[in-house]
């Protein structure tokens, strides 16, 4: 039977733009048969290549009657629905969920819209340069502006972040309800808009304690960390955090100068200048290629900084999936981003299909819609079984949860959120980064898995376990005794995800890196830097929350195929692969394609002179207008719109600008944002008491779902505070002392969960 999960799931695509088409060919990658609505004399691009690959295709115009009437046809025939309109627009149609759930009880339906149907701004066009105003996602991030920038000064970023995050947790929530359905029979209604997405991708830059406020975002600096220029002129990204300072550490040994490490520089608050004036002259001496090699030899976080383009080609994008070659019908042999998340034999090859040309299988298609009953009659159309009191889509599942730092720990928090009991395991003696933001709403124990004590505890945990999470690098679980092989011979049904870097294959697997040298190896810095120093694209970690969803992606799909097979399954993903997606609208190389045209570099405001921030009397706004002349029209003023913005107060023209029907945001302060009262009434900001500090604020859940919504879960304690609970779980409660005594559990003088 294949791996792939989504094996007979069938989708129709209405989406447009980037949102909805992303989420499809995410569940297209995974399966999934997903049939595309093309908009009549849509074209065709070549971002095509990516985001309609692997999917069936046929043309419609839902203005008119007969087109509306084919589309109705195939929804209820579908499994999932995957739309990204505005609040409404379906409906008025007659393609809206309420519409259609009675006649396909079963029907999963993802929304994507910019405004949620609650938010009192959902008739605003939110393209993405309007979302990143909203929500403060146009600052350069701190310790990267080139020498003189104005901080007050926004940059826009063509990396479209919020579409990408609301199609990264639309698809976990739609095969959650996908789960919770083979219990129910019955779907519903998911929605994600882009405004809830980016308070998954500000995640720890909007915790705090309430009392203490949102403090200042901190630059890059730590142990020396930063973008160093080699001998060739090229850049590399270092960044040598952690719990302790073991990658600086290695580096200076790797390096010829352990005296370094003794003799003062930099060895004890981790900003000491001289350490990083040394580093500037040491990293001068050799080429980045170099130094990346050195690097990777050493076992830390050191890249090379590569152009988008230059990812493309690298031999390790393309021998770990994270980029696949594809024949295209109009473009030919091209270079694309392969599935986020990869399942089954480590080195096969991903499973993944050109585009077709459009309207290509609308005969097959109209076909199978005239059959009596309908042909491939999917189960969103059978009768459910009779009314049940429904629950969370992971309720009864179990999570073990191994994982550091953000990426991973953030996808045990996100299944959690959708009912699975989460267990927590830290290392003893380790400080642990964002606790109380990646770790609400689980249980924590501080477990040494490396010791024969600490594994003993680890396969008790695996017994009444569903699902596995590391992000150890590549190896190092297998090292442990605990990779995926040897927890699948003790218990064949588990899910095993497993979170890098770079991946879980291809020459670059065992190395180590954070969101930076991600965004290095990748293009993300080369792009946000433009035609200076490269920069890391901020002010949110896109890559390490991004993969954190996609882990979740991972384990909900091995869930659903567990249902479907009664196998678990493996499943890898990476920031690298996280990365490509984020830039997947760039990276489509092909015979004669044209490269790096985008808006780029911290000076950019962005794509056109009708669609960029202006800066008003009182403040900045985006604006995203169809043309120059209808942006001149809206402001009343003759044709410099700069002039007639400035004069005016940034709410007076965004309501002018809305009102005429084009898309228009004022720039919104992350502390004004984390305590706006229309965020905080959605639950996109929330508080709670934590036993540590009292009152703390941080980014509530984004996935909103009909039937089961997500939980928010109780506050984080102190890591390793729940040592006891875990224990007595699995009849090792009187092993606690004893554990102590053996350094293997740390349960007393336990690390702190906030920074005060």
């Not at 298609?365 to 009314?387: I, V």
């Not at 124990?445 to 690098?473: C, H, M, S, Y």
């Not at 196998?567 to 190389?589: C, N, P």
Request: hydrophobic share 40%; net charge negative; glycine share 12%.
């Amino acid at each position: 039977m294949s791996s792939r999960p989504l094996e007979g799931i069938r989708v129709l695509d209405l989406g447009h733009h980037i949102a909805g088409p992303l989420a499809a060919v995410m569940l297209a990658d995974q399966g999934a048969e997903v049939v595309r609505v093309d908009r009549p004399g849509a074209g065709s691009p070549p971002t095509d290549a990516f985001y309609q690959r692997g999917k069936r295709r046929i043309t419609l115009d839902l203005a008119d009657p007969a087109d509306r009437e084919t589309a109705r046809g195939l929804a209820l025939r579908s499994d999932v629905l995957v739309e990204n309109f505005r609040p409404g627009v379906l409906a008025e149609r007659g393609l809206g969920y309420e519409q259609l759930r009675d006649q396909a009880p079963g029907l999963v339906y993802l929304s994507l819209p910019g405004f949620g149907a609650d938010d009192p701004r959902r008739g605003v066009r939110a393209w993405e340069g309007v979302v990143d105003a909203a929500t403060g996602n146009c600052r350069i991030r701190a310790g990267e502006a080139p020498e003189g920038a104005d901080p007050t000064v926004p940059t826009y970023s063509a990396v479209p972040i919020a579409s990408n995050f609301a199609a990264f947790l639309g698809v976990v929530g739609t095969v959650a309800a996908l789960v919770e359905r083979r219990r129910s029979g019955r779907g519903q209604h998911v929605s994600v808009p882009l405004f809830d997405a980016m308070f998954e991708a500000i995640g720890d830059a909007g915790a705090y304690i309430t009392a203490a406020g949102l403090p200042p975002q901190n630059p890059l600096r730590a142990n020396g960390s930063g973008t160093y220029a080699c001998a060739d002129g090229a850049y590399v990204q270092f960044n040598p955090i952690g719990a302790t300072r073991r990658f600086v550490t290695w580096f200076l040994h790797a390096a010829g100068h352990p005296e370094w490490v003794v003799d003062g520089t930099g060895s004890t608050d981790g900003t000491d200048e001289d350490l990083r004036k040394r580093l500037t002259a040491l990293f001068a001496t050799r080429t980045a290629a170099e130094w990346e090699e050195l690097g990777h030899a050493a076992g830390v976080p050191l890249a090379r900084v590569r152009t988008s383009q230059e990812w493309l080609h690298t031999p390790h994008a393309q021998r770990s999936g994270a980029v696949v070659r594809l024949d295209d019908p109009f473009l030919g042999e091209t270079l694309v981003p392969g599935p986020a998340v990869r399942s089954g034999e480590v080195g096969a090859p991903p499973e993944v299909g050109p585009r077709r040309r459009p309207d290509a299988d609308r005969d097959a298609l109209l076909a199978e819609l005239g059959t009596d009953p309908p042909a491939a009659d999917p189960p969103a159309r059978a009768a459910p079984p009779p009314a049940a009191p429904r629950t969370l889509p992971l309720d009864g599942v179990r999570v073990l949860d191994l994982t550091q730092i953000l990426a991973g720990p953030s996808s045990g928090r996100i299944l959690g959120e959708l009912g699975a009991s989460v267990t927590k395991i830290n290392a003893p003696q380790r400080r642990i980064v964002a606790h109380g933001v990646v770790n609400r709403g689980k249980d924590s124990i501080l477990l040494d898995v490396t010791t024969e004590e600490g594994k003993e505890v680890f396969w008790r945990l695996v017994d009444q376990a569903d699902v596995v999470v590391q992000n150890f690098p590549p190896g190092t679980a297998e090292r442990y005794g605990i990779g995926p092989a040897a927890v699948a011979a003790r218990k064949p049904e588990i899910v095993y995800v497993s979170v890098s870097c770079y991946g879980g294959e291809g020459p670059w697997a065992p190395g180590r890196g954070y969101e930076t040298q991600a965004q290095a190896v990748t293009g993300v810095m080369a792009r946000a830097g433009g035609p200076g120093k490269p920069a890391v694209l901020g002010p949110y970690n896109l890559l390490d929350y991004g993969t954190g969803v996609l882990a979740a992606y991972a384990a909900v799909l091995g869930l659903h195929h567990r249902g479907r097979t009664g196998s678990g399954l493996e499943l890898r993903t990476s920031l690298v692969q996280t990365a490509s997606h984020h830039q997947a609208r760039f990276l489509v190389d092909h015979p004669g394609a044209r490269h790096g045209t985008e808006p780029a570099g911290p000076g950019a405001l962005g794509e056109a002179p009708h669609q960029r921030f202006f800066q008003a009397a009182d403040g900045w706004l985006y604006v995203h207008a169809d043309s120059v002349e209808q942006l001149a029209a809206a402001v009343g003023d003759g044709p410099d719109v700069t002039t007639a913005i400035a004069a005016r107060s940034t709410r007076d023209v965004v309501e002018t600008l809305v009102a005429a029907g084009i898309g228009a945001h004022e720039v919104v302060a992350l502390a004004d944002l984390m305590t706006d009262e229309r965020v905080r009434r959605r639950g996109l900001s929330i508080t709670q008491v934590s036993e540590e500090v009292g009152e703390v604020r941080m980014p509530g859940p984004a996935i909103t779902m009909s039937a089961t919504p997500p939980r928010l879960g109780p506050p984080a304690r102190r890591p390793g505070a729940d040592a006891a609970r875990v224990l007595e779980r699995i009849g090792l409660a009187d092993a606690l002392p004893d554990l102590e005594r053996k350094w293997v559990v740390q349960a007393s003088a336990l690390p702190a969960g906030w920074a005060s």
